[in-house]
């Protein structure tokens, strides 16, 4: 069974940084892309960032690139996004979501999600 | 970048039967697999469609996904509604460099 855990959400002032991770367990984790997706408060689905099995393809929505790095350990079977000058707007819940077979691509399986608050 | 347009909401009798549709604005709805996410309030999206028209394990077969080329389009079907139904729905599909959500389609089953 896929299990996706994240952690690391929290309140920050705007212009700072913040690190989730997602820990995963029950598929080869290095064998497959991964994804971060974000909700925002009362609002829809938006995918933040995709990368590759190997970190060889990376990919990142408008709304976040040049400040957000996403990143994996496939030794420790892990996900990172790194989130730096964080704003107002990007208050919301971040989900981990895979496998991917792709790079971008579907998926099946979601964390429950970490909540970001962007907050003076 | 593509769009994947949704109906705002849609509202059905139990045990009826319920199609939420998926417009992709260019390019074709066929190039890449669409998914459906079902979401209720306070919990994380769950899959109840994935490469078109795939279940995963555990989804009744009332669900059901399809695509039309002419009309490029997907669209989630759900019979025998259930009360349970009730969710927020979103499409999902991707090209070479982006993943995109449909805005999402709140179901209500009255």
């Known amino acids: 069974e896929v299990q996706l855990v994240e952690s690391g959400g929290g309140l920050v002032k705007p212009g700072g940084s913040l690190r989730l991770s997602c820990a995963a367990s029950?598929?080869?984790?290095?064998?497959?892309?991964m994804n971060w997706v974000r909700q925002a408060p009362g609002k829809g689905l938006e995918w933040v960032s995709s990368i590759s099995s190997s970190s060889s393809y990376i990919y990142y929505a408008d709304s976040v690139k040049g400040r957000f790095t996403i990143s994996r350990d496939n030794a420790k079977n892990s996900l990172y996004l790194q989130m730096n000058s964080l704003r107002a707007e990007d208050t919301a819940v971040y989900y981990c979501a895979g496998p991917t077979v792709v790079t971008p691509g579907g998926w099946i399986d979601w964390g429950q999600g970490t909540l970001v608050t962007v907050s003076s | 970048n593509f769009m994947l347009t949704q109906p705002h909401s849609v509202s059905e009798s139990p045990g009826k039967t319920v199609t939420i549709s998926c417009t992709r604005s260019?390019?074709?709805?066929?190039?890449?697999?669409v998914q459906w996410y079902q979401q209720r309030p306070g919990s994380a999206p769950t899959t109840v469609i994935y490469?078109?028209?795939?279940?995963p394990s555990g989804v009744p077969d009332r669900f059901s996904g399809s695509i039309d080329s002419s009309s490029n389009s997907a669209s989630l079907t759900i019979s025998g509604l259930k009360t349970e139904d009730e969710a927020d729905y979103y499409c999902?599909?991707?090209?070479?460099?982006?993943?995109?959500f449909g805005g999402g389609t709140k179901l209500t089953v009255l």
């Open positions: 029950g598929f080869t984790f290095s064998s497959y892309s």
């Open positions: 999902q599909s991707y090209d070479s460099s982006n993943v995109v």
């Open positions: 490469e078109d028209n795939q279940r």
């Open positions: 260019s390019g074709s709805i066929a190039s890449n697999y």
